[in-house]
């Protein structure tokens, strides 16, 4: 007998596994949503003290909330004082241009993505196949064999972050220290590059046009980027390949390259025709828009700048329209795009334990936002700066919501980091709510055998954890407390979640829900064993004849409620007691404030 307990508690073991997410389905929004309209009235309220400051007399901003289905909220403001000299957009609205800068890195990940879906590269492949020029004679160490495509839009290429931006040689013409003045020797300049993205008043910028200060050779075959090859290969590593990730725009240089290459289209055309005019992204462009179709600060900024050869890494502008109907598309696509990987998911850490990489997303993992449950939330983003302009992008896939917001003007940073930390927090609050509302009407209840002879009973409820499972009764055993005896430390309290697979039985029709339960422990303040954190999600331990034992199916009834559960282990078909519907309705209570 103890033999057979310590084989379940091995195979079963996973109870430790605290604050688990998702929880639910994806909720659905509706635009007349009570709670979700205080929401939105609620961080309205917040910007508009936020923006009042003088400090953000001359900035501009629009921030767009959208699911996969449709745009929910917007929020545009114009500044206060513009440049009377050179009038842009007159009054910011969804259409409003802006330089997104290094979101252009998600357009170039997208780019490679399409083409290993198509066949025609593999992101495992290093990337010498699709850049020769790398496999020559080179004065730099950079063992570009060992480099794959997918190391390079995952930030683990362990190549320099650029190769002329960034050099304090080329400072920008407003910082007030040359580099003389930070201790360093004067230097020649011989052998340096001759474009520089950052220093337009210095050194002509990156252009397309083959003259003296070029970053691409107009006679060499599909704009490949002469002067880009050759700085690389005099290159140095940081890292060894995917030993540890660390930011890097020339990765996405390259990756524009790799795209020409093997499309035979200069990475704008293709950018354009793959993405931009299939998605009706008809604002965004890499070319200078009229100044009239865009936000220009008053104050230094690069609306004019051509960013040539490092388009693929910061080239684009776009609107908060645009960039919603992106987010649209990846919210209902990013575990579709091609079988090689999810594109949510992250691949290596970045510092702490809250921030990984993606491909090229930023990851923020948190469980400050939903503190009663201790569930996690999981932002995924992506960042862009340019002198004038800071940007992001963000999905949070738990919750089908895509967020965008872009800024322009003085002290934009700072403003971002407001804007970001006020929208995000109070609409994943409600987006929480919202989905446990949901949960409550569709699945909450209490299901019986229909056959009077068989003692068989299921009873669900929906709280801050999600849908628990409150009693489960098999053939008149109490299953949940035989297998908590083995599953649980006796010391700790625990509960049975329902954890929803997004699979159906019958997937053609898409019926019959599949989920899973697992046994959980409670956390029990702060004060844990280290090791309490240590979890390895394990939900298809022990089976049953061959037939998963936690699982269960939800088939539909007349309305919207779910009306028979299927145990499939425990070969079982339970129908919902009528006495046990759920009210529906939201509780009157107060957005949670920050």
């Known amino acids: 007998m103890l033999l057979v307990v310590g084989f379940l508690w091995i195979t079963l073991a996973h109870a430790s596994c605290y604050g688990r997410s998702p929880a639910h389905p994806l909720p659905e929004y509706r635009r007349d949503d009570a709670l979700l309209k205080r929401t939105f009235q609620s961080i309205d309220a917040t910007i508009d003290t936020a923006v009042a400051a003088s400090a953000f007399d001359r900035t501009s901003f629009s921030i767009e909330v959208t699911s996969s289905k449709e745009s929910l909220w917007s929020r545009h403001h114009t500044a206060r004082e513009r440049n009377a000299s050179r009038p842009d957009i007159p009054i910011v609205n969804g259409d ?34 699709y850049v020769e020029e790398l496999e020559a004679k080179q004065k730099g160490t950079i063992p570009w064999k060992n480099i794959t495509l997918r190391s390079l839009a995952s930030q683990l290429s362990g190549i320099p972050r650029d190769f002329a931006q960034g050099d304090l040689i080329n400072q920008l013409s407003e910082f007030p220290y040359t580099p003389v003045d930070l201790g360093f020797p004067p230097v020649s300049r011989e052998g340096l590059p001759e474009c520089d993205e950052y220093a337009p008043n210095y050194i002509p910028p990156c252009d397309e046009h083959g003259m003296k200060a070029n970053c691409k050779d107009i ?45 035979g289209q200069s990475y704008e055309s293709y950018i354009n025709d793959a993405i931009f005019r299939p998605l009706g992204m008809t604002k965004s462009t890499f070319s200078k828009p009229p100044d009239s179709a865009g936000v220009i600060p008053l104050g230094p900024q690069y609306w004019d700048v051509d960013e040539g050869c490092q388009n693929p890494t910061g080239g684009i502008y776009s609107s908060s329209v645009d960039l919603s109907k992106f987010l649209r598309y990846v919210l209902a696509n990013y575990n579709g795009i091609t079988h090689a990987l999810n594109w949510a998911n992250p691949v290596s850490p970045s510092v702490g334990i809250y921030s990984l990489y993606g491909m090229p997303w930023e990851i923020m993992h948190t469980d400050k936002i939903l503190p009663d449950s201790g569930r996690m939330v999981r932002f995924i983003t992506k960042g862009g700066g340019l002198p004038g302009y800071t940007s992001i992008i963000v999905f949070v896939p738990e919750y089908d919501l895509g967020i965008t917001i872009l800024v322009a003007g003085d002290n934009e940073p700072d403003l971002m980091g407001k804007l970001r930390e006020i929208v995000t927090i109070r609409l994943v609050r409600a987006a929480d709510e919202i989905a446990l509302q949901q949960l409550r009407e569709r699945y909450s ?27 489960f009764v098999s053939n008149s055993t109490d299953v949940c407390s035989v297998f908590s005896e083995f599953l649980i430390r006796p010391d700790r309290p625990w509960y049975v979640q329902m954890i929803p697979t997004m699979l159906y039985r019958d997937e053609k029709e898409q019926k019959g829900e599949r989920w899973r339960f697992i046994f959980a422990e409670e956390r029990i303040g702060k004060n844990q064993d280290v090791w309490d954190d240590f979890c390895l999600e394990n ?56």
């Open 445 to 471: 209840g209490t299901f019986v055998s229909p056959e009077s002879n068989v003692n068989s009973t299921l009873s669900l409820q929906v709280d801050h954890r999600g849908l628990i499972i409150t009693a």
């Open 219 to 263: 006679s060499t075959a599909n704009n490949i980027s002469v002067d880009l090859l050759r700085a690389l290969k005099s290159k140095a590593p940081i890292f060894a390949p995917n030993q540890k990730s660390t930011y890097s725009n020339l990765a996405f240089e390259i990756l524009g390259v790799v795209i020409e290459n093997v499309t």
């Open 539 to 594: 939900v298809d331990g022990v089976r049953y004849a061959d037939l998963a034992i936690f699982e269960a199916v939800f088939w539909d009834g007349p309305g919207k409620s779910v009306d028979t559960i299927e145990l499939t282990g425990f070969r079982a078909k339970l129908v919902r007691d009528k006495q046990s519907g759920f009210q529906a309705g939201y509780e009157e209570q107060d957005v949670m404030e920050l």
């Open 96 to 129: 409003a241009l802006y330089r997104i800068a290094s979101i252009t890195k998600v357009f170039t990940t997208l780019g490679i993505l399409y083409q290993h879906a198509a066949g025609n590269l593999s992101l495992d492949d290093p990337v010498t196949k």
